[in-house]
């Protein structure tokens, strides 16, 4: 699936980013070397080049962290340690990341959707297609219609299908490819749900900052995330790109189930 023009900023976003990062972490670890290298001399000679070797290789996986994965968004070809610097990607850079962006203008909602995109391309080139019942539908509370009184959260089959929302139609192409399909009310949820259903991938829709949290939360399991719409502001009645997510699922699932049949039903 190839994607729109529009993600490149985001891609550009991110690479500028990252890199900024690294390089401010980076010299932060040689201050951290430098500054006390006198009193370190004091206590033993080799005191300050035992400090420096330790602050050398944490600069050098820090670089290579931030090379591993500019150059796999260039190149699209997975190197050596990428898992590994997409780990430091996950857990470090990106709240530095929203940092750097904050010191020269640039909010920390496009900050995330450049991360979002980032990830969503590493988990297209490092996830293999997954059996139909190993995929995970993850979808927010408030994409359910706010006037509705059949509360869904704890089972999205009792939705009576009205259409007022998209989550008829996510039910159809949940039933239509055979995946899993669960809303979820927050963080916690979110969690005990993965615990419970044991997915191999997440397909999520959220806000930027909800996914930005949930594929932390999960790392190492892979979450390609998709974000919702807001038609009347955010957390109510929002919806969700239904051609987007489908084309996704088609990418992610394997050509033919067990049973030697096409699960997508062409």
């Known amino acids: ?115 979002i995109q980032v990830n969503n391309q590493l988990v297209r080139q490092t996830t293999p297609p997954q059996a139909p019942e190993k995929l995970l539908l993850l979808l927010p509370h408030c994409i359910q219609w706010s006037g509705c009184k059949l509360r869904v959260s704890n089972s999205v089959e009792r939705c009576e299908r009205c259409g007022r929302c998209d989550i008829a139609a996510l039910l159809d192409l949940a039933e239509k490819y055979g995946v899993h399909m669960a809303i979820a009310t927050g963080g916690t949820i979110a969690r005990r749900i993965v615990v419970e259903k044991r997915p191999r991938l997440i397909l999520a829709v959220a806000c930027e900052r909800d996914l930005a949290s949930g594929i932390q939360d999960t790392f190492p399991l892979p979450v390609f995330g998709l974000l919702n719409e807001r038609p009347f502001g955010p957390c109510v009645d929002t919806r969700v790109d239904l051609e987007r997510l489908e084309n996704a699922l088609r990418g992610f699932i394997q050509k033919e189930s067990p049973e030697g049949q096409n699960p997508s039903g062409q």
């Open 1 to 115: 699936m190839k994607e729109k023009d529009t993600d490149k900023p985001r891609k550009r976003l991110f690479i500028g980013l990252i890199c900024a990062t690294s390089a401010l972490l980076c010299l932060v670890l040689i201050l951290g070397w430098g500054i006390p290298y006198v009193g370190l001399n004091n206590i033993h000679p080799a005191a300050p080049y035992i400090t420096g070797f330790v602050l050398a290789l944490f600069i050098l996986v820090i670089a290579w962290s931030s090379l591993a994965l500019v150059l796999q968004v260039i190149t699209g070809r997975a190197l050596w340690g990428t898992g590994e610097a997409r780990c430091v990607a996950v857990r470090l850079f990106l709240p530095l990341m929203e940092f750097c962006g904050r010191a020269v203008g640039i909010t920390p909602a496009e900050v995330r959707r450049s991360f």
